[in-house]
């Protein structure tokens, strides 16, 4: 089983939509949580950061931290196409050591 | 604008050849870690170092080595090239202190034929 599971889509979606991307994971340990975004052939482009569970909010990009369920997720409100990527999860445990990542789920928002 | 910067941004290479790939962090990010991202795949940790000393390896056999200096960049290299390992490296640099996440470079593409 990997430590993080994420849907690979692609997730097909008109502008303006609202998209929610989900990750889940095994590692209890994982404490600190992150959201990239990827676009082709790019480096990954660090979105939003989260310590523990609860919720952020920065713009248009709201993500969200379920502990108990290991389980989190990025919501986009009002999406646009230049939103169309490839989004990463990503996750650490206290010491930093090493990230954890998702295999990115592909956006596409159509105009 | 994250200041790492990777060169070469692409290349070819040989099987059984040798590579080596640079990155360049800002200054007072002494943590650096590289990655290898496969095609449709998440990046997967390679190593990381901090202060020039190897301080966590993920899954990656000995071939693939790494060199960090005092001026905060950093070399990857991976002696007898696979096929397998066509890829982009990433490489990562976290801000000392109270920095606790991970800024990439934009990567540089191995091709290996």
């Known amino acids: 089983q990997k430590e993080v599971e994420q849907d690979p889509g692609p997730l097909s979606v008109p502008e303006g939509a609202i998209v929610s991307l989900n990750c889940t994971y095994s590692?209890?340990?994982?404490?600190?949580f992150m959201w990239y975004r990827q676009y082709s052939r790019k480096g990954p482009e660090l979105l939003m950061y989260t310590y523990s569970s609860g919720n952020k909010e920065d713009g248009r990009f709201t993500a969200q931290v379920d502990k108990s369920s290991k389980y989190i997720s990025l919501f986009i409100r009002d999406s646009q196409p230049s939103d169309s990527a490839t989004y990463l999860c990503a996750m650490s445990a206290y010491n930093f050591n090493k990230f954890y990542f998702g295999s990115g789920t592909k956006l596409n928002v159509k105009p | 604008e994250t200041g790492v910067t990777q060169s070469p941004t692409h290349l070819i290479k040989t099987r059984g050849q040798q590579v080596t790939l640079r990155c360049s962090s800002q200054s007072g990010h002494n943590t650096v870690s590289w990655y290898q991202q496969a095609l449709g795949q998440g990046p997967q940790f390679i190593f990381q170092?901090?202060?020039?000393?190897?301080?966590g390896r993920g899954n990656f056999p000995p071939r693939f080595s790494g060199l960090q200096f005092p001026n905060y960049s950093s070399e990857l290299n991976v002696n007898a090239l696979e096929l397998d390992d066509s890829a982009l490296y990433l490489c990562a640099s976290r801000p000392g202190g109270s920095g606790n996440t991970i800024y990439f470079g934009e990567g540089s593409w191995l091709t290996v034929v």
């Open positions: 170092y901090y202060r020039e000393e190897e301080n």
């Open positions: 590692n209890s340990a994982f404490q600190y």
